[in-house]
């Protein structure tokens, strides 16, 4: 494609070699002022490296003035070359730009970044968004909270200014362990660790437990943040299928027995993207081949408080009898995200290596919050306002796997989560959800395609929806947008296919 070749072998990183190329092209008119060049998903595909790694390149030259990038359109040959033979202006300051090149690490762009990039359709005004697996901000506690806030500040007002704990304020510290004993989750082998949200605490262990090179184990689909985090510590990841008949501890068994994996990332409850639940039987066959090669497990349980229906399996941290399970937890699923409050129960073992990578990283979180959310939990507003978003969350969940039964073709199938706040539709061989979510934009509906749950955006057709930011009265409106659109790409997939047949059929005559 383009004519472009690279050379693994080089001394020169591939993103270096494609920008020169690219840049040699323009400047030599083989690429023209207005010409599209392919996405950076086909030209990665052509190449045969990551998606990130064109996305890269793209943003590169943008910034130099070979390219330009049109939202909703593509990217193009600019019209106003930089002047000169390999001149590059800087558009931030004036005189020679620093090249930052030889200091990257080769990590591309975060999964937000390009989730920003897919939605970069312009969206109509009324549009129904099951993309964002967040809670709905009209539900937050914000009166509540609001009036702890102003009665912790009458008392104290030093609080805004002061600098917290490494290991996070010790009221709150104390009563999560509380919980934790009171509900078996935990023994005194345990100690909790505040953290700057549940991302922080999975990046604190990745830190402590493994080194470029080495190998971790992840269910797929995944979480994006996870999946990012494992490539910026440059870990490979061994990938083991998750569906609707459960985790396939078949190639689980695999996974572990190859070259000894550093950790095994599990999320048992409500896993985030396809809101699937571990059974206790499968927990405990975890535990068990985990144990057996002698491999950690990170449990992230971020979804403490949101089942809708049916009996909680314990946990794997209080299955676990041989301390070798990590587990997060975060409020930010439930009524904080913006506090940034998680936290982990960490082997005492190995407590003080992670409260020490903790404390170089960040110094300590912010008090003030974590004193407030002390408060609320202590008081009982957590309690209340979990009961109440349980309800209104399984009100969503009902009425969109009612709306999904109703409008979705037939070939189109969807897991039925007990709790938390996503789902996963999976598409029709031939459907390329990230390729159509222009398309369904245009239609007023978005979701998350189902590339950001893969690593390097390979997978089987698939996308999340997400019902907790969306009023259950608006979900049935845009279930019956994003199944016209289905519909249409399955119509048009289909004609495709046939064309493809009917030639391949005269070909052989």
Same mark, same amino acid.
């Given at each position: 494609m383009?004519g472009l070749?690279l050379?693994?072998?080089s001394?020169?990183s591939?993103v270096?070699?494609?920008t020169g190329?690219?840049r040699d092209?323009?400047?030599?008119?083989?690429l023209?002022?207005?010409e599209?060049l392919?996405?950076s998903?086909?030209?990665?595909?052509?190449?045969?490296?990551h998606?990130?790694?064109v996305t890269?390149?793209y943003r590169?030259l943008?910034?130099?003035g070979w390219?330009?990038?049109?939202? /909703?359109?593509?990217?193009?040959v600019?019209e106003?070359?930089?002047?000169?033979?390999g001149?590059v202006e800087s558009?931030f300051?004036?005189?020679? &730009?620093?090249?930052?090149s030889p200091?990257?690490t080769?990590?591309g762009?975060?999964?937000g970044?390009e989730?920003?990039?897919?939605?970069g359709?312009p969206?109509?005004?009324d549009?129904?968004?099951?993309?964002?697996g967040?809670?709905?901000p009209?539900? !937050?506690?914000?009166?509540?909270?609001?009036?702890l806030?102003?009665?912790?500040?009458?008392g104290?007002?030093?609080?805004?200014f002061?600098y917290?704990?490494?290991a996070?304020?010790?009221?709150l510290? %104390?009563?999560?362990?509380?919980e934790?004993?009171?509900?078996g989750?935990?023994?005194?082998?345990h100690?909790?660790?505040i953290t700057n949200?549940s991302s922080?605490?999975l990046?604190?262990f990745?830190r402590?437990a493994t %080194?470029?090179?080495?190998?971790g184990?992840?269910?797929?689909?995944?979480?994006?943040?996870?999946?990012?985090l494992?490539?910026?510590?440059?870990v490979r990841c061994r990938?083991?299928?998750i569906? &609707?008949?459960?985790l396939?501890?078949?190639?689980?068994?695999?996974?572990?027995?190859?070259?000894?994996p550093r950790?095994?990332?599990l999320?048992?409850r409500?896993?985030?993207?396809?809101g699937l639940?571990? &059974?206790?039987?499968?927990?405990q066959?975890?535990?068990? #081949?985990?144990?057996?090669?002698?491999?950690?497990? =990170? %449990?992230d349980d !971020?979804g403490?408080?949101l089942?809708?229906?049916?009996?909680?399996p314990?946990t794997?941290l209080a299955?676990?009898? &041989? /301390?070798?399970?990590?587990?997060s937890?975060?409020?930010?699923?439930?009524?904080?995200? /913006?506090?940034?409050i998680g936290?982990l129960f960490v082997p005492?073992a190995?407590?003080?290596?992670?409260?020490?990578?903790?404390?170089?990283?960040d110094?300590?979180g912010s008090?003030?919050p974590?004193?407030?959310? !002390?408060?609320?939990w202590?008081?009982?507003?957590?309690a209340?306002h979990v009961?109440?978003?349980r309800?209104e969350?399984g009100?969503?969940?009902?009425?969109l796997?009612e709306a999904?039964?109703?409008e979705m073709?037939?070939?189109?199938?969807w897991?039925?989560?007990q709790?938390?706040?996503?789902?996963?539709?999976s598409?029709?061989?031939?459907?390329?959800?990230l390729? #159509? #979510?222009?398309t369904?934009?245009?239609?007023?509906?978005?979701?998350?395609p189902?590339? =950001?749950?893969y690593p390097g /955006?390979?997978?089987?057709?698939?996308l999340r929806m997400?019902f907790g930011?969306?009023p259950?009265?608006?979900?049935?409106?845009?279930?019956?947008r994003?199944s016209?659109v289905l519909?249409e790409?399955?119509?048009?997939a289909?004609r495709?296919k046939?064309?493809?047949?009917a030639?391949d059929s005269?070909?052989?005559?």
């Amino acid at each position: 494609m383009l004519g472009l070749t690279l050379d693994p072998r080089s001394d020169e990183s591939i993103v270096d070699q494609l920008t020169g190329a690219l840049r040699d092209r323009i400047r030599e008119r083989q690429l023209v002022a207005g010409e599209r060049l392919p996405s950076s998903r086909a030209l990665a595909a052509a190449l045969g490296v990551h998606r990130n790694t064109v996305t890269t390149v793209y943003r590169c030259l943008v910034d130099e003035g070979w390219l330009e990038s049109q939202v /909703g359109r593509g990217t193009f040959v600019g019209e106003d070359l930089p002047e000169g033979e390999g001149a590059v202006e800087s558009r931030f300051a004036s005189g020679t &730009s620093f090249d930052w090149s030889p200091w990257r690490t080769g990590h591309g762009p975060t999964p937000g970044d390009e989730m920003a990039e897919a939605y970069g359709t312009p969206q109509l005004a009324d549009t129904i968004s099951f993309a964002g697996g967040v809670p709905d901000p009209d539900l !937050y506690p914000a009166d509540e909270v609001r009036r702890l806030g102003r009665e912790l500040l009458r008392g104290d007002d030093t609080l805004l200014f002061r600098y917290g704990p490494a290991a996070g304020y010790e009221p709150l510290r %104390e009563l999560l362990a509380a919980e934790a004993v009171r509900d078996g989750v935990v023994s005194g082998e345990h100690e909790v660790l505040i953290t700057n949200g549940s991302s922080q605490g999975l990046d604190l262990f990745l830190r402590f437990a493994t %080194e470029p090179g080495r190998i971790g184990v992840a269910t797929v689909p995944c979480y994006p943040g996870a999946l990012h985090l494992f490539e910026v510590h440059g870990v490979r990841c061994r990938s083991v299928p998750i569906e &609707s008949n459960g985790l396939d501890l078949g190639q689980l068994e695999q996974a572990l027995a190859g070259e000894r994996p550093r950790f095994l990332h599990l999320i048992p409850r409500f896993q985030n993207p396809t809101g699937l639940t571990l &059974s206790t039987l499968e927990r405990q066959r975890v535990l068990a #081949l985990a144990a057996r090669y002698r491999v950690p497990i =990170f %449990e992230d349980d !971020y979804g403490p408080g949101l089942r809708f229906e049916g009996s909680e399996p314990p946990t794997l941290l209080a299955l676990a009898s &041989s /301390g070798g399970v990590i587990q997060s937890g975060t409020l930010s699923k439930i009524a904080f995200p /913006g506090f940034r409050i998680g936290w982990l129960f960490v082997p005492r073992a190995i407590f003080g290596d992670l409260h020490e990578i903790k404390r170089c990283s960040d110094l300590g979180g912010s008090l003030f919050p974590q004193m407030v959310v !002390y408060e609320f939990w202590r008081r009982g507003g957590l309690a209340r306002h979990v009961k109440k978003v349980r309800r209104e969350y399984g009100r969503r969940r009902d009425a969109l796997l009612e709306a999904l039964d109703r409008e979705m073709p037939d070939e189109v199938r969807w897991s039925e989560p007990q709790g938390g706040l996503v789902l996963w539709l999976s598409l029709p061989e031939g459907l390329d959800s990230l390729e #159509l #979510l222009p398309t369904a934009a245009r239609a007023g509906v978005t979701y998350a395609p189902g590339a =950001f749950f893969y690593p390097g /955006g390979a997978g089987p057709a698939g996308l999340r929806m997400s019902f907790g930011g969306v009023p259950a009265e608006r979900i049935a409106e845009g279930v019956r947008r994003l199944s016209v659109v289905l519909r249409e790409a399955s119509r048009t997939a289909g004609r495709r296919k046939a064309r493809r047949s009917a030639s391949d059929s005269s070909l052989a005559v």
